[in-house]
T-cell receptor, first 113, second 114 residues
Framework: AQKVTQAQTEISVVEKEDVTLDCVYE???????LFWYKQPPSGELVFLIR??????QNEISGRYSWNFQKSTSSFNFTITASQVVDSAVYFC??????????FGKGTRLHILP | DGGITQSPKYLFRKEGQNVTLSCEQN?????MYWYRQDPGQGLRLIYY???????QKGDIAEGYSVSREKKESFPLTVTSAQKNPTAFYLC?????????????FGPGTRLTVT
């Protein structure tokens, strides 16, 4: 079965704190892709990152970083020094060979000023 | 500017009417997708198309229909057979071909049926 679990439904942190959004996935395929998307209040999903199953190197992009660990089937997302503009719903997603993306239910992140 | 457009942003219809949601992309992407999002939920796939004149059902296709006559366009019709049509509808595209897998999304259409 293919599944993406984002156990944190909602998180609130004070601005400038670091925050980690968890993502656990299930798949039987050896080749797959993982994604993170941001959905601000406007509703449009914004692509943040793609990772393929053969590349476990962690990635950093500005204040964003991603930790991919195949041993625990996790692909966690950390925002460092959070800002109010980071407030959004964040989705983790999985794609197998059939080209269909399965989304988690999302984590709503509130950054409090 | 390249991107995906969906119109209108808000749509209101009476129960029993069919309604067509527009999705156009100028990214030269081969694949296009329709998702439905309900409050507090993730995205669920309705239909997808990987090439012109071909499309496949997603997880919740019942009550919906699509066409793909042009590469740039993938309209979704919500029929009167859809029991709970009120939702936020998102269109996405990816490509070209299999060079990239991430999907890019339009701004969405919020459909309200009363």
């Amino acid at each position: 079965a293919q599944k993406v679990t984002q156990a944190q439904t909602e998180i609130s942190v004070v601005e400038k704190e670091d925050v980690t959004l968890d993502c656990v996935y299930e798949t039987r395929d050896t080749t797959y892709y993982l994604f993170w998307y941001k959905q601000p209040p406007s509703g449009e999903l914004v692509f943040l990152i793609r990772r393929n199953s053969f590349d476990e190197q962690n990635e950093i992009s500005g204040r964003y970083s991603w930790n991919f660990q195949k041993s625990t089937s996790s692909f966690n997302f950390t925002i460092t020094a959070s800002q109010v503009v980071d407030s959004a719903v964040y989705f983790c997603a999985l794609m197998n060979r059939d080209d269909k993306i399965i989304f988690g239910k999302g984590t709503r992140l509130h950054i409090l000023p | 500017d390249g991107g995906i457009t969906q119109s209108p942003k808000y749509l209101f219809r009476k129960e029993g009417q069919n309604v067509t949601l527009s999705c156009e992309q100028n990214l030269n992407h081969d694949a296009m997708y329709w998702y439905r999002q309900d409050p507090g939920q993730g995205l669920r796939l309705i239909y997808y198309s990987q090439i012109v004149n071909d499309f496949q059902k997603g997880d919740i296709a019942e009550g919906y229909s699509v066409s793909r006559e042009k590469k740039e366009s993938f309209p979704l019709t919500v029929t009167s057979a859809q029991k709970n049509p009120t939702a936020f509808y998102l269109c996405a595209s990816s490509g070209p071909q299999r060079s990239s897998y991430e999907q890019y999304f339009g701004p969405g259409t919020r459909l309200t049926v009363t």
